[in-house]
């Protein structure tokens, strides 16, 4: 199973990016999905999480500013991140609990790096 995210790059504060995490590989279904973040010196943290039937949970960093998606069609979850600030500066990972054929497993992305400029 592989995840492979997109869409990060370099914004202005206030900006609203997107970025998406695509899952691809031997996939029965995907339960939980999550957005986690690194910013520079900082430990990862989980940001916005997403059941398979849509229920999510949001960190209070990212709450009312954040919004985390997904199409269980397409393997795919988004975060649209609206009012950017440069303390969201972070590479952002998805991460993924996947049923398999071979079993469960969590799968990470690679993550993408946001730089938001002041």
């Known amino acids: 199973v592989q995840l492979q995210a997109s869409g990060g790059g370099l914004v202005q504060a206030g900006g609203s990016p997107r970025v998406a995490c695509a899952a691809s590989?031997?996939?029965?279904?995907?339960?939980?999905m999550g957005w986690h973040r690194q910013a520079p010196g900082k430990q990862r943290e989980l940001i916005a999480s997403?059941?398979?039937?849509?229920?999510?949970n949001y960190a209070d960093s990212v709450k009312g500013r954040f919004t985390i998606s997904r199409d269980n069609a397409k393997n795919t979850m988004y975060l649209q991140m609206d009012s950017l600030k440069p303390e969201d500066t972070a590479v952002y990972y998805c991460n993924a609990d996947v049923l398999t054929t071979r079993g469960r497993l969590s799968a990470w992305g690679q993550g993408t790096l946001v730089t938001v400029s002041s």
């Open positions: 997403i059941s398979h039937g849509g229920t999510t």
């Open positions: 590989g031997n996939i029965l279904t995907i339960r939980d």
